[in-house]
């Protein structure tokens, strides 16, 4: 699945995105929608209603309308771009799609999502969709959403849907517990801006929640063969002074990094979406420490300033499962 440099996939089910409601979903249910990947096909399979298909499919309509499906994003944000993925349909897949969103500013019950009715705002009209391929549609809306409707029309199958997206969480709720918070999650705003490399797993993976479920849920790179070494830069979810560092391995064994580094920089004035420029200030949040394969490694900082982005080294390469920055918001009151 081609990914948003500088956005987060505000749907993602790995992120706590959830396909609420679908008018039908005779074929495939809604639920595989938000899954990762691309969707598989298995040449033979079949159910009871038909071939099996790794997406939402609906059935054959036969009256006027369309068919929808209402989604709860993980995380509240500002929605730029959609990726509307029909792999592997092709004869079935529909032949538009439109987009809805809404805001709510408290959870919504299944049983009372109709009080959106009056909350939807059309922020993709209704485009054409081509079989067995990634449709990729930018948005204009600058409205928070904390729903979205797909429409499909009239009928057929999609694969996977990602809302691409800047996560606008609420941070006042999140600081104010005593806990430390992880300023780099992407469901707290965090995102990956760039990388050297990511080969065998997407830098992404590194500020996904939960543990790691095998060495593909990492971020992991091609094996470097000439002189430097491997990097992401990330935006924090907010300016914050990160106090513990948890630099996780899990599953990387015979692939893991010798060591690793951090940097921080206050770059406040740099676009949403891009690295800080050069000649920004970087300081050293963590210096060059050894890492251990398959283990979970806990770190201090040897300074602690307000930063906004990070920039994660590793040496001279390899693969790291989860990047964790522990630490408290600066100046939100």
Not at 34 to 63: C, K, N
Not at 210 to 233: C, L, Q
Not at 237 to 259: L, Y
Not at 275 to 303: C, I, S
């Amino acid at each position: 699945m081609t990914s948003r440099p500088g956005l987060v996939d505000l749907a993602a089910e790995r992120l706590g995105g959830k396909a609420l409601l679908a008018n039908d979903e005779f074929f495939a249910p809604k639920e595989n929608l938000l899954q990762p990947g691309r969707g598989v096909f298995i040449e033979g399979r079949y159910t009871s209603h038909g071939a099996w298909m790794d997406g939402w499919e609906t059935r054959r309509r036969r009256e006027p309308g369309h068919d929808w499906c209402i989604v709860r994003l993980a995380v509240q944000g500002v929605i730029r771009a959609l990726t509307v993925d029909t792999n592997h349909f092709k004869g079935n897949h529909p032949e538009a799609c439109s987009l809805d969103a809404a805001y709510a500013a408290r959870p919504i019950a299944l049983k009372r999502l109709g009080e959106l009715e009056r909350e939807w705002i059309e922020i993709l009209p209704q485009s054409p969709l081509r079989g067995h391929a990634e449709n990729q549609f930018e948005v204009a809306s600058d409205a928070r959403a904390t729903h979205v409707r797909l429409n499909i029309y009239p009928d057929g199958g999609v694969a996977r849907l990602r809302v691409w997206g800047e996560a606008r969480p609420d941070w006042t709720r999140l600081a104010s517990g005593k806990r430390l918070v992880d300023l780099g999650a992407a469901r707290h705003g965090g995102v990956v801006l760039a990388s050297s490399d990511g080969f065998f797993g997407e830098p992404g993976h590194l500020i996904l929640p939960g543990r790691p479920v095998n060495m593909g849920d990492g971020w992991e790179t091609r094996r470097r063969r000439g002189p430097g070494h491997d990097w992401a830069v990330l935006r924090l979810g907010v300016r914050g002074v990160i106090e513990s560092v948890e630099v996780d391995t899990t599953h990387f064994k015979g692939n893991f990094p010798e060591s690793c580094s951090l940097e921080g920089c206050d770059a406040g004035g740099t676009a949403c979406r891009e690295p800080p420029p050069e000649g920004t200030e970087w300081w050293q949040v963590l210096p060059r420490t050894t890492l251990k394969a398959h283990t979970r490694h806990g770190f201090r900082p040897a300074e602690r300033r307000p930063a906004t982005h990070v920039r994660f080294n590793i040496y001279p390469d390899g693969g790291v499962a989860r990047l964790r920055l522990l630490g408290r918001p600066a100046g939100l009151g």
